[in-house]
């Protein structure tokens, strides 16, 4: 098995696209949405990320510029090689809510995709609150934050649960931009991480509302908004949340818990579901 480098912080530019994987990437970015584009990028995305040999690449992508490792992170890969299969409605659907004041809180955040996207198009007047409990994830999004010249986003380095104090994660070796606090989800190496609740997060950050919020917490999405719902003022529940899908593991049923808070369900992906309050 391949491994990989460490974080590199060097100057953003060192590890611009060259060579067979830099030729690879303006291909893969060209490939079409079709069975065939697909499949023609993906085959050759897997011959640059063995030529890159655990380095990372340094580009602009989704409006901003990231440097990106994609051999033990799927999201770094798919943002790096084909960025216009990165939830292409989800975006689509998120930049209808973009102002220039926005609110956005994006819960385990990875490297910054959505975080950095929304910064792109939203004004100097919005915050943008990107929570990521992965050390080494994190230490990836604080790089391509400061990369870019938005003074909108601020990176937060914990869980959200639903509680406070220590719990543990469990990490999938391949992929760690995937952790869970169910081990049957990922069954890897355990970390403990320190946790905070939704609610706690967004009083102690001082916010008042909140426009769009996206959650990805690998089938733990309804431990962090049940009892957020439960808990916060009405004035805090975000007007559109976008809620990565689990088929299995959630034991609250999102799909009915969130129409009884007054939500309508607006999109459903392989991936994702989004609700608009209404």
């Known amino acids: 098995m391949l491994k990989p480098i460490a974080n590199d912080h060097s100057p953003f530019g060192r590890h611009a696209p060259k060579g067979l994987s830099g030729a690879i990437l303006e291909l893969t970015r060209r490939c079409s949405n079709s069975w065939s584009g697909a499949r023609r990028a993906f085959i050759l ?144 190496e355990a970390l403990k991480v320190h946790a905070k609740s939704l609610k706690t997060i967004l009083v102690e950050e001082g916010y008042a509302r909140i426009d769009a919020l996206k959650i990805d917490v690998e089938g733990a999405e309804d431990v962090v908004l049940e009892p957020f719902f439960r808990e916060a003022a009405p004035a805090l529940w975000p007007r559109l949340i976008l809620c990565a899908r689990s088929n299995t593991a959630w034991s609250v049923d999102l799909d009915r818990l969130l129409p009884a808070y007054g939500y309508r369900e607006v999109l459903r992906t392989r991936a994702n579901i989004a609700w608009l309050r209404t």
Request: charged residues 25%; contains cysteine; glycine residues 6%.
């Open 45 to 188: 995305r897997a011959i640059a990320i063995k030529a890159l040999a655990g380095r990372p690449m340094d580009v602009e992508a989704l409006g901003a510029r990231m440097r990106l490792y994609p051999y033990n992170n799927t999201c770094e890969k798919r943002i790096l090689f084909t960025p216009q299969y990165f939830d292409p409605a989800e975006r689509a659907l998120l930049a209808t809510h973009v102002s220039d004041d926005m609110t956005f809180v994006d819960i385990g955040a990875n490297i910054g995709g959505y975080a950095l996207f929304v910064a792109a198009l939203a004004g100097q007047r919005a915050r943008i609150l990107a929570i990521e409990p992965n050390p080494l994830i994190f230490d990836r999004l604080v790089c391509n934050i400061r990369q870019n010249p938005f003074a909108t986003v601020k990176a937060l380095d914990c869980a959200v649960a639903d509680r406070e104090g220590e719990i543990t994660l469990f990490l999938e070796p391949r992929n760690q931009g995937e952790m869970s606090v169910r081990i049957s989800d990922v069954g890897g």
